[in-house]
């Protein structure tokens, strides 16, 4: 048979599992005690999971789908995204070792590494976001030994090149961990470019829905894997059977629900680009953006999350857009269904190097709603914006 396109796979797992009359879907196993008829076939993991935190069903077929999308040969679940970065730095980092990330990386993986890993001798260097390869590779030391990459950057979307990092890590014998949340596991492979272990929040555009946290964590070689497991089970991590239900029925419609959220989203970013308000919108799929060529040459797709940078203004007039909005949640996180707007200033402070932005950060999630409605509801908001920044230039009385 020729090789499958993503969205046919996905959906053939579920086709082509088992025989005889059966129900397209697995079925939800709850389940600590696993009972097995012989004494002897009690630790035979041949025999299915011999105890609840192997995973039932849904669990084993989650991982088998995943697996396979991301070109691994093994992939594993943990309770949330960030335990999905957190357990491969787990695995791979000593006391003694450094880590080296980007600027631009995921709040909370930030946290972990200045408090968690600190605390037990791991030390962590941030190095510029988008940095050239020759930059962070320069900033590597003796002890550095994973590179964690996240591209395009947490609220920036700074790009950084891959492969071309990728094989100078392995040249230096320096791993390398991407979260590649953004691209879903759809529109970028990280294994496929040389990294040593993809990781991605399925909270996000598997699970589509906002109903669920979860993780996935995706490796090709064997001592990686073996590491990886090992951290898994010592530390006693585990998903729900009724949550790794929900991701694997996220995952039959995720290409789909993707490249619409994407397409509308690029829609929302050119309309939002032309906008007087409006300094920059961060979106690496729109020409003139932070990240585009490298977007162009590597990715296949794109999710729907971007920045959008005001042309100044303060706190109150973010606000006061955020406010006159109906049909863009106040929340956070990302991938669901609905549409999404958060104010993300305060976060920059966080950055050694903030970047130099001309006015106020906000991210947008993009959802599967119309981009008709979704652009009149950002033009009255803009409208507000607009009204509180006039409101500030007024003469007190
Ligand atoms: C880039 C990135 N990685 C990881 C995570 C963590 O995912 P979770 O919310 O499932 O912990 C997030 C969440 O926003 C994220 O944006």
């Known amino acids: 048979m020729p090789k499958l396109s993503d969205r046919t796979r996905l ?39 011999v105890y609840g935190l192997d995973g039932t069903s849904a669990a084993r077929e989650l991982r088998t789908a995943l697996a396979d999308l991301e070109g691994a040969s093994e992939a594993f679940l943990v309770p949330s995204g960030l335990a999905a970065v957190t357990v491969p730095l787990t695995a791979l ?48 030391h003796e002890r550095t030994r994973v590179l964690l990459i ?3 950057g947490s609220l920036t979307f700074e790009m950084m090149d891959v492969p071309a990092l990728a094989a100078a890590c392995r040249k230096r014998g320096v791993l390398t961990v991407m979260d590649n949340t953004w691209a879903a596991g759809l529109a970028f ?50 998903v729900s059977p009724d949550d790794a239900w929900l991701a694997l029925r996220g995952l039959r419609t995720l290409p789909l629900r993707y490249e619409a959220q994407a397409r509308t989203a690029l829609q929302v970013a050119e309309w939002l680009q032309d906008q007087p308000e409006v300094a920059n919108v961060l979106y690496p799929p729109l020409p003139g953006s932070v990240g585009h060529s490298l977007w162009r040459r590597d990715f296949d797709g794109a999710a729907s999350l971007m ?20 049909l863009f949640g106040m929340g956070y996180s990302w991938g669901g269904f609905e549409s999404l707007i958060t104010y993300e200033t305060p976060q920059l402070a966080y950055r050694q190097h903030a970047p130099d932005l001309p006015g106020q950060l906000l991210r947008l999630h993009i959802g599967l709603e119309d981009p008709a409605d979704l652009i009149a509801d950002l033009t009255r908001g803009l409208a507000a914006w607009r009204a509180q920044q006039d409101s500030n230039l007024q003469p007190s009385a």
């Open 11 to 49: 959906i053939a797992g579920a086709t082509r599992r088992g025989r005889g009359r059966r129900p397209v879907n697995p079925p939800i196993e709850r389940a600590s005690t696993m009972l097995s008829d012989d004494p002897a076939a009690m630790q035979d993991p041949g025999d299915g999971p």
């Open 93 to 140: 980092l000593r006391p003694g070792d450094e880590v080296l990330t980007t600027e631009a990386v995921y709040g909370p993986t930030r946290r972990f590494l200045t408090r968690h890993m600190a605390d037990r001798g791991v030390a962590a260097s941030f190095h510029p976001a988008g940095a050239s390869v020759e930059a962070v590779m320069d900033q590597m």
């Open 150 to 152: 996240e591209a395009p």
């Open 189 to 238: 492979r990280p294994l496929a470019h040389g990294v040593d272990v993809s990781v991605q929040a399925l909270t996000k555009y598997a699970g589509g829905h906002s109903d669920l946290l979860m993780g996935g964590v995706a490796a090709q070689a064997p001592e990686i894997v073996r590491a990886i497991n090992n951290v898994i089970e010592d530390m006693g991590w585990h």
């Open 307 to 326: 920045g959008v940078v005001m042309k100044g203004g303060g706190k109150a007039a973010a606000h006061a857009f955020m406010r006159e909005l109906s």
